[in-house]
């Protein structure tokens, strides 16, 4: 029978997904995830944007 068990010191195998490695993060490699459309979000005070002048909570139901 093997003991499973780590030390806390032990460096662990494997290794943690979604972060880059240390020698992509050395290389400069970049992920680009493609072109994200920039829109204005409308706040609760902001100006309802049909023109009426009111404000956008006053035109909510």
Do not use: I
Not at 7 to 36: I, L, N, Q
């Amino acid at each position: 029978m093997t003991n499973w068990k780590r030390s806390a010191f032990e460096p662990s195998s494997k290794r943690r997904r979604g972060y880059p490695s240390e020698t992509s993060v050395k290389r400069g490699y970049r992920v680009v995830h493609g072109d994200k459309e920039l829109q204005e979000k409308l706040g609760n005070s902001d100006l309802c944007p049909c023109g009426s002048g009111r404000s956008f909570q006053a035109m909510l139901p």
